[in-house]
């Protein structure tokens, strides 16, 4: 193997076994083992590494992470909103339709950025490739939004730490389980299983990777095997009358009951919107976790993605046919909604389960499958990618939750393994910190809504549409929105180049589906702001909470999001002044050159402060573009070199990384003045 050099990002290239074993040697040599051992001893770094070839993630793992994390409660709840705020069959179906081709179009948005960004010189002409990492929006927020320093990390990464959890999962799962018992809902006993089953699902990939994938896999599969059974069921107890009265092409668009002004149209798009939501799912884990992990990544991962995301939609919509073809119109468009997935099971398989209190369990514990699905799949994600945003340096203690750990339940009982991570870049280590993190933020709001949001009689399903609804409109309305303008920006801006860095050659289709999910998620996203007179409350909440209460608290987590961002700015700002030091957050990553391009295996990170002698930041003007100082320390004579092997040339180049904004250039970088942070993408010539 040939590495470019320690301060430089590393293509790694095949020894002389790769010619005749298409899998790459997981050893290092005498010189790449020094450097990660330095770097393991130094406590401003860290390494992160790729799993054992074992705990890989093949294309049905990375598949059933979409399929356990779209199929959760959602498609049982939702639909009671989307029926009820309609009143009408058509549109109901309209919007649920409109929502898979919204999702549809997502993940292609999603696969164009994730193959795309980041960008690297490593191409056999000095020509920037690129390299996908884990970090989903953290990644390409960064490259749409590159100043001011650290705004696009704080936006993003505060409201993802925060509202990405298992909350309202664990509440859902918590009431079903009770449902099933036949016992009473209390704070208490919601709140207690609500915290066992997050804590279970935290421990179990702290201590196991590799089980916390196989039960993945496992609840992935029953959840969808259940939305097929569910529709099969549907087929053996279709009520003809009823699906002829409320599918007609005559009856079905009734609209004399619907409501004329578009508040309510526009809270069912948000709870259409939901349950696909997390169509975009590999994109959290897309390197580190999944990407490297897969054969032929830039062909798997587009087709897992796309695939799963389109598998799902299809039977969402048979679902949906379902419901509406068993359930009667008077029912369906009840004043406060049904629940909508009980009356089903009622219609269906009641004929064949008669006591209805066995029906109920039997509901409930579907329910309550779906439920655990998602916190397994959205805990082992969401650390991930919470993992990725304490390697930006923006958290108190930033290293500690970007680092793995070995928790495993050989090491706890002191066994070891044959070949221990300092010889390998192999890991099987656990972001046991950024677990941490998800508990503890998770455990804060799971006890929040629950003691104040109390019904009478008492029942968990405000609290819990509360949280679904402001995960839905800022995780997905938002974020989804932002992203999808993002990328028609980049594609009608000249100054970009875009259509020659992206991945995915089909421009007409790119800018279609990017439209398609702007004005799919615009509607909902300015029109839960007009007020309905006869709608004074929201969805599914008793009647306690207005109707503008899950907007404003999403609105204001943004809010503490940006002040969040100055405050750090503030703070680094004067400690820099103060003491005459920077702040150098540097990300190194390391490459596998295989038959598909390049490919993260490695990566360490630098977080420290350095003390930049007789300089003191104020004094020290700001540079044009904002990522080097004028101040740079003499570029050496050697750069990167990358041996012959398998078509890749020797060359000399003295371009620069898109990530090299903390100095990940190929040379060495120049000395940093300003407390600033590297971007994901600067531009082909430095300007973008």
Same mark, same amino acid.
């Given at each position: 193997m040939t590495y470019s050099g320690s301060n430089a990002p590393i293509a790694v290239t095949a020894g002389n076994g790769s010619a005749v074993d298409p899998e790459w040697s997981p050893d290092l040599d005498a010189d790449d083992l020094r450097e990660l051992q330095a770097a393991e001893d130094d406590p401003s770094k860290l390494v992160s590494r790729m799993? *054992?070839?074992? !705990? %890989?993630?093949? /294309?049905? +793992? @990375?598949a059933c992470l979409i399929f356990n994390r779209m199929i959760g409660t959602g498609i049982f709840n939702s639909p009671s909103v989307i029926f009820t705020n309609t009143q009408s069959v058509g549109i109901s179906l309209l919007l649920f339709g409109l929502g898979g081709i919204t999702s549809l179009a997502?993940?292609? $948005?999603?696969?164009?950025?994730?193959?795309?960004? #980041?960008?690297?010189?490593?191409?056999? $002409?000095?020509?920037?490739? +690129?390299?996908? %990492?884990?970090?989903? $929006?953290? $990644?390409?927020?960064n490259y749409l939004l590159k100043k001011p320093t650290f705004l696009a990390t704080c936006l993003f990464g505060i409201t993802f730490i925060v509202l990405e959890n298992t909350a309202a999962n664990s509440v859902s799962m918590a009431q079903n389980l009770l449902d099933a018992a036949h016992?009473?809902?209390? #704070?208490? *006993?919601?709140?207690?299983? +609500?915290?066992?089953?997050n804590t279970l699902a935290c421990l179990l990939h702290t201590i196991s990777r590799k089980w916390g994938i196989i039960l993945n896999n496992i609840l992935g599969t029953m959840k969808l095997l259940i939305l097929l059974f569910i529709f099969i069921i549907g087929l053996i107890w279709i009520d003809r009358d009823v699906a002829h009265d409320n599918l007609s092409i005559k009856t079905s668009f009734n609209t004399r009951n619907s409501p004329r002004l578009p508040y309510r149209y526009a809270e069912a798009m948000v709870y259409v919107i939901y349950p696909y939501g997390a169509f975009h799912q590999i994109n959290y884990v897309c390197t580190l976790q999944v990407i490297s992990e897969l054969k032929e990544p830039r062909k798997t991962f587009p087709r897992a993605s796309f /695939?799963?995301?389109?598998?799902v939609t299809? =039977?969402?919509?048979?679902?949906?046919?379902? /419901?509406? @073809? =068993?359930?009667?119109?008077?029912?369906? &468009?009840?004043?406060?909604?049904?629940?909508v997935g009980a009356r089903f099971f009622q219609l269906t398989i009641g004929h064949a389960i008669t006591n209805p209190d066995h029906l109920q369990t039997f509901f409930s514990i579907i329910k309550a499958i779906s439920a655990m699905g998602n916190i397994i799949v959205i805990t082992f994600t969401a650390a991930r990618v919470k993992q990725e945003i304490a390697k930006e340096g923006i958290l108190p203690y930033s290293l500690f939750f970007a680092q793995n750990y070995d928790f495993s339940l050989g090491r706890l009982f002191g066994m070891s393994s044959p070949k221990t991570d300092r010889d390998s870049i192999y890991s099987e280590k656990t972001p046991a910190g950024a677990l941490a993190l998800h508990w503890a933020i998770t455990t804060v709001i799971v006890i929040i809504p629950l003691v104040t949001i109390k019904p009478t009689p008492y029942s968990a399903t405000?609290?819990?549409? &509360?949280? @679904?609804? =402001?995960?839905?409109y800022e995780i997905d309305i938002v974020c989804l929105t932002a992203l999808s303008f993002g990328l028609l920006y980049l594609r009608f801006s000249p100054h970009h180049h875009w259509a020659e860095k992206s991945q995915l050659k089909y421009p007409a289709l790119s800018t279609t589906c990017a439209l398609i999910v702007f004005v799919g998620c615009l509607f909902p996203l300015v029109f839960v702001w007009v007020p309905d007179p006869g709608f004074p409350r929201m969805s599914r909440t008793s009647n306690l909470l207005p109707w503008f209460t899950g907007w404003v608290a999403a609105l204001c987590l943004l809010v503490f999001a940006f002040v969040y961002w100055v405050i750090f700015r503030v703070h680094v700002s004067l400690r820099s002044a103060h003491e005459g030091t920077t702040l150098h957050v540097r990300r190194e990553p390391k490459f596998k050159r295989d038959s598909g391009g390049l490919t993260q295996v !490695?990566? =360490?990170?630098?977080?420290?402060?350095?003390r930049e002698i007789?300089? *003191?930041l104020h004094e020290i003007p700001d540079t044009d573009d904002a990522f080097r100082s004028n101040t740079v320390s003499p570029r050496p004579e050697s750069v990167t070199r990358l041996q012959y092997y398998g078509g890749v040339k020797d060359r000399n180049s003295t371009a620069t990384s898109e990530d090299s904004v903390r100095g990940n250039g190929f040379y060495e970088p120049p000395i940093r003045r300003k407390p600033l942070r590297y971007e994901l993408a600067v531009a082909e010539h430095d300007e973008d």
């Open positions: 799993p *054992r070839e074992s !705990l %890989r993630l093949g /294309y049905f +793992s @990375a997502g993940v292609m $948005n999603y696969i164009e950025f994730g193959l795309t960004v #980041p960008r690297w010189p490593f191409g056999a $002409n000095g020509e920037k490739v +690129s390299t996908p %990492r884990s970090g989903d $929006n953290l $990644n390409y927020f016992t009473q809902q209390t #704070p208490g *006993r919601i709140i207690g299983i +609500s915290l066992a089953a /695939y799963a995301v389109l598998t299809i =039977i969402y919509a048979a679902v949906m046919l379902s /419901y509406a @073809a =068993i359930i009667p119109k008077k029912e369906l &468009f009840t004043a406060g909604g049904i629940d405000p609290a819990q549409t &509360f949280l @679904a609804a =402001i995960f839905a !490695l990566e =360490i990170v630098t977080l420290e402060w350095k007789g300089l *003191r």
